[in-house]
């Protein structure tokens, strides 16, 4: 038996499953794609916080590896906060704090010294009397790779990069 053309344009049976067929890629997208926004932003905070506990890790250290304002090149006092940045202790001991941060020289360490310029009465006076080129400040950054959600399972081949950068004035222990 032979339904006419209009029969067929008027009937509604499957229009919801075909109507749902159409927006399920996006709707995943939409959903995936706020998850591995979230996931970002997390992982952002992450890289932020590691630098700034490295800084005040070294900041605290003892002025006596701030000599003539320059960090000892793969010192202690260079690896230490590295690994304070990377696991959050200075031995290493403990995990990482986010996946794709594969090396300590993903994080670097400089010192700079303010000489007072700046107008700041603290450059060589009270604890810094014996740095002539003014105050140790340290500076840690980190460059970290972000693995997206959609790169893991292999919808995306972006590369980003976490930044995040802190400095502390070196107090000494």
Same mark, same amino acid.
Do not use: P, T
């Given at each position: 038996m032979m339904r006419s053309l209009g029969q067929m344009l008027r009937d509604q049976t499957g229009a919801a499953a075909a109507e749902m067929a159409l927006v399920i890629p996006f709707l995943l997208v939409l959903m995936l794609g706020s998850v591995d926004l979230g996931n970002y932003f997390l992982s952002e905070h992450v890289v932020d916080k590691a630098v700034r506990d490295a800084s005040r890790y070294a900041a605290r250290l003892p002025l006596a590896e701030y000599t003539s304002c320059t960090v000892p090149s793969a010192g202690p006092a260079e690896q230490q906060t590295q690994r304070v940045a990377?696991? %959050?202790d200075p031995s290493g001991s403990g995990g990482q704090r986010l996946a794709g941060w594969a090396a300590d020289n993903m994080t670097s360490v400089t010192i700079a010294c303010d000489d007072g310029s700046s107008g700041n009465n603290w450059a060589t006076s009270g604890i810094y009397t014996d740095f002539p080129d003014g105050a140790p400040v340290v500076t840690v950054k980190a460059v970290v790779p972000y693995k997206s959600l959609f790169g893991t399972?292999?919808? %995306?081949?972006?590369t980003l990069?976490?930044?995040?950068?802190?400095q502390a004035a070196v107090t000494g222990a």
């Open positions: 990377r696991f %959050g399972i292999g919808l %995306g081949s972006a990069n976490l930044n995040a950068e802190s």
